[in-house]
T-cell receptor, first 115, second 113 residues
Framework: DADVTQTPRNRITKTGKRIMLECSQT?????MYWYRQDPGLGLRLIYY???????NKGEISDGYSVSRQAQAKFSLSLESAIPNQTALYFC??????????????FGAGSRLTVL | SQQGEEDPQALSIQEGENATMNCSYK?????LQWYRQNSGRGLVHLIL?????REKHSGRLRVTLDTSKKSSSLLITASRAADTASYFC?????????????FGQGTTLQVKP
C-alpha cells in the first residue's frame, strides 16, 4: 500500500456541488499538506496542518476548507465547486526535523474537473 | 506568489548528455529541495541542500546553491530516457521549522533515446 493515499483519484463534478478529497497516510508524520497543481503554475499551497489541532492557510485557501480528523487523515473540501478549481490536487506529509529539513512525501494526486 | 522561478521551462536533450536546470528564489531560506514528477504522478523527493551548504551530490545528481544570488542549479549527468520528467525546486524559509515548502513552476525535461 502507498504511504500516502488519496481518494478519489479522478472526479468530474458540476458547478455548485460540494466535493471532498480525502487523504490518509501510514508514514506516522505529524505534518500534512494540500497542494494544487495547474499547468505552468507549479504547485501552490492550499492548507497545511502540523497536528490535529493546528491548521493553517496557505497561499490560495479561498474557496477551500480542510479537516484533520486524525493524525493520519486530512481532507480537503470544496463547499461549492467552480470551474476554475479544475486542477490536480496533491496531499503530502512531512516529518520535519528540529533543524528544519522537512522533506515531503506526496500522494498520487486527485484530478478534479468542475464542469 | 511563487517563491521559485525555474529556468528553462522546457529542456530537450539526447541520452548521455548532461541536463542543467536552474532555480531562483526571492527570500531567505533554510533549505532548498529538488523534486521530480513523472507525468501526472505525485512528486518524489530527490535531494536537499541546506543554506550553509554550497554543493551536494547524490548519484548522477549534483546540486549547487548560491545564497548571495538566491539561486540553485540541478545537474543530471549522463542522462537516460528514464530521466524524462518535470523537476521542481522547493524552498523552506526560516525559521526552519515552519515546514511550509514553496514550489517553483518546474522544468520539463525530455531525454531522447
Amino acid at each position: 500500500d502507498a504511504d500516502v493515499t488519496q481518494t478519489p483519484r479522478n472526479r468530474i463534478t458540476k458547478t455548485g456541488k460540494r466535493i471532498m478529497l480525502e487523504c490518509s497516510q501510514t508514514k506516522g508524520h505529524d505534518r500534512m499538506y494540500w497542494y494544487r497543481q495547474d499547468p505552468g503554475l507549479g504547485l501552490r499551497l492550499i492548507y497545511y496542518s502540523f497536528d490535529v489541532k493546528d491548521i493553517n492557510k496557505g497561499e490560495i485557501s479561498d474557496g477551500y476548507s480542510v479537516s484533520r480528523q486524525a493524525q493520519a487523515k486530512f481532507s480537503l473540501s470544496l463547499e461549492s465547486a467552480i470551474p476554475n478549481q479544475t486542477a490536480l490536487y496533491f496531499c503530502a506529509t512531512g516529518a520535519g526535523t528540529l533543524s528544519g529539513a522537512n522533506v515531503l512525501t506526496f500522494g498520487a494526486g486527485s484530478r478534479l474537473t468542475v464542469l | 506568489s511563487q517563491q521559485g522561478e525555474e529556468d528553462p521551462q522546457a529542456l530537450s536533450i539526447q541520452e548521455g548528455e548532461n541536463a542543467t536546470m536552474n532555480c531562483s528564489y526571492k527570500t531567505s531560506i533554510n533549505n532548498l529541495q529538488w523534486y521530480r514528477q513523472n507525468s501526472g504522478r505525485g512528486l518524489v523527493h530527490l535531494i536537499l541542500i541546506r543554506s550553509n551548504e554550497r554543493e551536494k551530490h547524490s548519484g548522477r545528481l549534483r546540486v549547487t546553491l548560491d545564497t548571495s544570488k538566491k539561486s540553485s542549479s540541478l545537474l543530471i549527468t549522463a542522462s537516460r530516457a528514464a530521466d524524462t520528467a518535470s523537476y521542481f525546486c522547493a524552498t523552506e524559509a526560516p525559521p526552519g521549522n515552519t515546514g511550509k515548502l514553496i514550489f517553483g513552476q518546474g522544468t520539463t525535461l525530455q531525454v531522447k533515446p
